[in-house]
């Protein structure tokens, strides 16, 4: 079997695991919608789904399109054998989102009553600051997931997102909903689900797929990376209008 068979079958495989993984993670979903919908009050989902939506763009502008520069440039430095280019990537990569999710966080809690009364919605402002501790967590996990994949590690980037937006959320909200927990309580199990899968990724990362620690440091090309994940972001911005 020749070199191009093997990857048209590992792409194959990896590309199976995905579909499986979204299979169950989306009737998670499903689940979880029909319960949190039948539990909360109409004004309280209404709440939640508003917050949810503005954890989104959050999460989305923070990751600065990282994603796909991860995509990119990672199987290149496999190609080439360059460890030390990877670990800068990853580590550019997570490190200013990461900074640029603090911000926006910062900004979110601070302005939360200001963005509540933009929506005439009093109740928002718990779930907002709630949820401005779940952005950088929310930025770093995805952004882990990307590298996974970029590794064509399909099998743990689909465990982790199972079992952690899955499985922990819909098992975590069971458990708030038979001790009568309130809407914050909700939005605590979004918090908790993710820093305990962003912990998880880091670890898989360490010592399943690429050491950050054991590989040294390499140049690459900042501006360049970052040109090509800011016109990702610009796009996923212009998609959302």
Known sequence: M???????????????????????????????????????????????????????VSVTISRLGFSQAFKKYIPEYRTKDMPGKIKNLIIFGLGLSFLISLIIALLIYFFSGNISTFFSAD??????????????????LYLLLDVFLSFKKAKERVLVDTIGRGVLIFVLTLLVIFFGGKLTDVCYVYLFSYIISTFASFFILETKIFSISQN????IDYKKILSFSITFLLIAILSTI
């Open 123 to 140: 109740d928002l402002i718990p779930v907002l600051k709630i949820f401005s501790f779940v952005i950088p967590f929310y930025v770093l």
């Open 2 to 56: 020749d070199e191009k068979q093997i990857a048209l079958r590992q792409i194959a495989k990896g590309g199976g695991i995905i579909f499986i993984g979204y299979i169950v993670l989306g009737s998670f979903d499903f689940l979880y919608k029909v319960l949190i919908a039948r539990y909360l009050s109409p004004e309280d989902y209404g709440v939640l789904s508003l917050g949810l939506v503005i954890l989104g």
């Open 216 to 219: 040294k440091f390499s140049r």
